[in-house]
């Protein structure tokens, strides 16, 4: 008893939502078995706080003596689960027997009188302070039905109201078929039924209207986000899952996760955190689902992970791929709240299904060196320029005098987005800072090895020193990073053990040891940049001041890397002082 009483549930309120679910059960029970069973039904649930006192009143089929020590009495035997077997009803909702326990959380004393259908001239009470003993006594007979009291403990007492009972039922009966009132409420706190289910012979709702409807419906569920659309959810041939979904209006990056679907079966909520159910990339939406199919755990606070559940994991992938599709043709106002909200998370969300890419692959904007820009805005000449490194490198210092924008490679997905776009759409991506990616911006060329010799003397500071012809002329030289030995060596570094665990870093080596690491610094020098052009000149013919024009380019190298973070490499005021140097110089010749 104690474990099942004080340690099934989360939290000891479930408590009031078993006892709404019994007396649902009880009605569901009678309708079936009463012939004569008036139409409509009601629970409510009466507050007294002064008193410390609950009550859960319902029209049921209540319970016969036998039926009370068989069924309330007797641990994990339900009278529900009998009748759902001989019936397959999709109504009922308790299984395991089990709810009432949770009343001897909440109260110190448990009343129950009931009067059965079967027998209406007879009245039952039932009373007990721990679940463990208790006595049964003939009482006046009342209306068929039944009415549980529960005299609180003091560290409940709080909940004896009825602004209390209404907060806490409801969210839990929100979608419960049966109406739920509050104290002498003439109105249910269940009376608006949910968007998805449409009244047979209703009126069709005009589109507008319909879409107002839903996000009220959402506003009530979503926490901490206002909803900016709603997708819906229908029942298919795979899964039975009705519901509705939502795009929160909450700026997000990639990796925020602020899922939240509340889950209902048979009507009532049995999981408000059921966020496993919606696909990871999908960090910006809310829901509310209900379902016959899925399968709670026994405290009904969790869900069985069988082939209901999967089947509803794909339901509301899907429902979340075509709803977003359809905000994007129908609701372009709504699609461009979501792309600026959501812009970076897209980014990842279109890499996990092509349908996705295709909506997305013209909407996203690409992080660059010149804001954010759609894709289309970063081709030049078919090709698409990527930075893989950090921002402040030669990257930025090269594009910002091509007057050209470069993706930031170190932002969320933008990398195997612009792959796969490219797989797609045609054209070259070049990865800067890779082999690979220099070779497409430099064109390599050679100087003879007594040439190479002499400028690596006077320009170098550790780097390979490469020929090359590249745009623009007016920048003789840069220092490019190897971005994939730079990885290589973070990763197979010591601290990398203690951040990764033991399978991931085996496949990174794995990797990483494919990578050539013995360069990790190059000087390109544009043979097409005059100054250059003159420096090599003045070099054969043996011209006196070379080597202290060398000496200015050696600076410049040092100045335009300072900013980045081959800058520590260097020695910044030493150039410096050069170029006063050969500025005194040049002014006294």
């Known amino acids: 008893m104690t474990v099942l009483g004080q340690h099934l549930y989360s939290t000891p309120v479930v408590a009031l939502r078993e006892l709404v679910q019994n007396a649902h059960d009880s009605i569901v029970r009678r309708r079936m078995e009463d012939p004569a069973v008036p139409e409509q039904h009601l629970i409510r649930v009466e507050g007294d706080l002064a008193a410390g006192i609950v009550r859960v009143v319902d029209s049921g089929a209540g319970l016969t003596d036998q ?20 019936t397959q009803s999709d109504e009922l909702i308790g299984m395991f027997g089990l709810g009432f326990l949770s009343a001897f959380v909440l109260a110190s004393k448990v009343t129950v009188t009931t009067t059965s259908w079967q027998t209406p001239g007879l009245g039952w009470c039932y009373q007990s302070s721990n679940g463990e003993q208790y006595t049964l006594t003939p009482a006046e007979p009342r209306p068929v039905g039944t009415v549980v009291e529960l005299v609180l403990r003091d560290s409940y007492r709080n909940l004896g109201g009825n602004g209390m009972l209404a907060k806490i039922l409801r969210r839990y009966c929100a979608l419960l078929h049966v ?62 899952v009705r519901g509705l979904l939502w795009v929160q209006d909450g700026a997000t990056y990639g990796t925020s996760d602020n899922r939240n679907l509340s889950v209902f079966v048979r009507g009532m909520l049995l999981d408000d955190d059921a966020r496993d159910l919606l696909p990871a990339w999908a960090g910006f939406i809310g829901g509310v689902i209900e379902s016959n199919r899925l399968t709670p755990t026994a405290s009904r606070e969790d869900l069985q992970r069988d082939d209901a559940y999967h089947a509803a994991q794909s339901a509301l992938t899907e429902a979340l791929i075509d709803g977003l599709a359809q905000v994007a043709r129908q609701q372009p106002e709504a699609w461009r709240r979501v792309l600026s909200r959501h812009n970076e998370a897209l980014l990842g969300a279109a890499l996990c299904d092509p349908r996705l890419f295709d909506l997305l692959a013209e909407s996203v904007r690409i992080p660059t060196s010149q804001g954010d820009l759609s894709v289309r805005s970063l081709l030049d000449k078919g090709r698409i320029h990527i930075n893989m490194g950090s921002p402040g490198g030669f990257e930025d210092m090269l594009f910002r005098a091509l007057h050209m924008p470069v993706a930031r490679g170190d932002r969320y997905a933008v990398v195997p987005f612009l792959r796969e776009w490219v797989s797609r759409h045609g054209g070259v991506l070049i990865e800067l800072g890779t082999e690979h990616g220099n070779r497409k911006l430099f064109s390599e060329d050679s100087l003879p090895a007594n040439e190479l010799d002499w400028l690596n003397q006077v320009l170098g500071n550790g780097e390979k020193l490469v020929p090359a012809r590249f745009e623009p002329t007016a920048l003789p030289l840069v220092v490019v990073h190897d971005r994939e030995a730079e990885l290589k060596r973070r990763l197979e570094a010591d601290e990398a053990d203690k951040r990764i665990s033991v399978a991931a870093l085996q496949l990174v080596r794995a990797f990483t040891a494919q990578l050539d690491d013995s360069v990790t610094r190059r000087l390109y020098l544009n043979l097409d940049n005059p100054a250059v052009t003159q420096l090599l000149q003045a070099y054969r013919q043996g011209h006196p001041q070379a080597e202290e024009a060398a000496g200015l380019l050696q600076a410049l190298k040092v100045i335009l890397a300072s900013g980045a973070e081959q800058g520590g490499q260097l020695d910044l005021n030493a150039a410096l002082g050069r170029v006063n140097r050969i500025f005194s110089l040049l002014l006294s010749a």
């Open 179 to 240: 109406p739920v009132y509050i104290g002498q409420d003439d109105e249910a706190l269940n009376g608006e039924a949910p968007p998805w289910r449409q009244a047979q012979g209703a009126v069709v709702e005009h589109t507008v209207q319909a879409r107002r409807k839903a996000l009220a419906f959402a506003t009530r569920f979503e926490e901490r986000f206002e909803p900016l659309c709603t997708l819906p959810i229908s029942a298919g041939p795979d899964s039975d």
């Open 67 to 86: 039926e009370i020590h068989r069924y309330l009495a007797t641990v994990g035997v339900g009278y529900t689960r009998k009748l759902r077997e001989e």
